[in-house]
T-cell receptor, first 110, second 115 residues
């Protein structure tokens, strides 16, 4: 059974701190996605990671992919309140189907 | 135009009503999707249309009926829904091909409440 596991599921942190969200998946896949969702809103694509060793950065967020370990990380540097949201990782299952992690709810306190 | 639009934003309907959700994109994407998302959960895939043909139906109850009139439009017809169908309904689209361009772009969603 294909599984995508995120941890932690909930994270409360102070502004200015660094932290990492982990996404493990149980089978081989060519693509891994990170999405952000604000409360009551839609999903915003953050990163698409296509190959082993891929690293992408946007502002205070950096995502990486290790296909051998079946692990992706989303690293937050010097967190700010605006990054408070739920973050989902998702893995390609077929041409159109994604297997989603449960999501990590991130709260950043001033 | 680089977005997926959905109407209405909010919908309240009774269990005997018939209503429709609409989704539109003008990015030339040839795959369009309906998802259902309950609070604090990831989205659940309902239907996928590829090149205007239904490719995937994830065993969705027949009270949900999708329609893809053309490559830019996707509808979801609702009839005799149950209160447990209350959720955020998200439309998404993705371009043809592979690689990075294959990511799914989501619309703002329709918040559906069934009373």
């Amino acid at each position: 059974e294909l599984k995508v596991e995120q941890n932690p599921l909930f994270l409360s942190m102070q502004e200015g701190k660094n932290y990492t969200i982990y996404c493990n998946y149980s089978t081989t896949s060519d693509r891994l996605y990170w999405y952000r969702q604000d409360p009551g809103k839609s999903l915003e694509s953050l990163f698409v990671l296509l190959s082993n060793g891929a690293v992408k950065q946007e502002g205070r967020l950096m995502a990486s992919l290790d296909t051998k370990a079946r692990l992706s990380t989303l690293h937050i540097t010097a967190a700010v309140h605006d990054l408070s949201a739920t973050y989902f990782c998702a893995v390609d299952y077929s041409n159109y189907q994604l297997i989603w992690g449960a999501g990590t709810k991130l709260i950043i306190k001033p | 135009d680089t977005e997926v639009t959905q109407t209405p934003k909010h919908l309240v309907m009774g269990m005997t009503n018939k209503k429709s959700l609409k989704c539109e994109q003008h990015m030339g994407h040839r795959a369009m999707y309906w998802y259902k998302q309950k609070a604090k959960k990831p989205p659940e895939l309902m239907f996928v249309y590829s090149y205007e043909k239904l490719s995937i139906n994830e065993s969705v109850p027949s009270r949900f009926s999708p329609e893809c009139p053309n490559s830019s439009l996707l509808n979801l017809h609702l009839h005799a829904l149950q209160p447990e169908d209350s959720a955020l309904y998200l439309c998404a689209s993705s371009p043809p091909g592979t690689g990075e361009r294959h990511e799914q772009y989501f619309g703002p969603g329709t918040r559906l409440t069934v009373t």
